[in-house]
């Protein structure tokens, strides 16, 4: 059985792993509207795999028999001031939810959950990569800066990024 604090904090990381499908998705829309496909590709299979990790978070606490309790999910920004600023405000995001992770690990070590803390050592890593990957395209697109050939090919790269198939697809 999970108990109650941990069971808590594992429910609101749900709400927070589907905020970020819902912002990389609204980030994707803003992207294809200014005609950079690759880059919404690229970002709507980042949305895509945000919803695997509520996935995990789901499935786990079934497992562990504990009650999934869904909050509503705050509305996303719709537009941003360039796909610079757009890649910035992930990368914040993405540190944001590593912080997350950490506390999660730390309530599940108070609470001397050490099923949770193996189960969360997944998500420690996958913390690590994400913030590798996003912060390799923010730094590409402060090479790119204000060259529009150079930011299409760049768009052309991002549109290479292996596709995730939605879960709704693969039935
Ligand atoms: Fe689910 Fe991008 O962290």
Known sequence: MMKPQVEKAFNEQINKETYSAYLYFSM??????????????????????????????????????????????????????????????????????????????KVARENMDHASEIFLQWFVSEQVEEEESVGQVLSRLKMVGDNPPALMMMDAEMGKRPALIASSEEV
């Open 28 to 105: 994707s829309a803003w992207l294809g509207s200014i005609n950079l496909p690759g880059f919404a590709h690229w970002m709507y299979t980042q949305g895509l795999e945000e919803l695997t990790h509520v996935q995990k978070f789901y499935d786990y606490i079934q497992q562990r028999g504990g009650t999934i309790r869904l909050e509503a999910i705050a509305a996303p920004p719709a537009a941003w001031d360039s796909p610079l600023a757009l890649f910035e405000k992930t990368l914040a995001h993405e540190v944001a939810v590593t912080e997350s992770i950490n506390q999660l690990v």
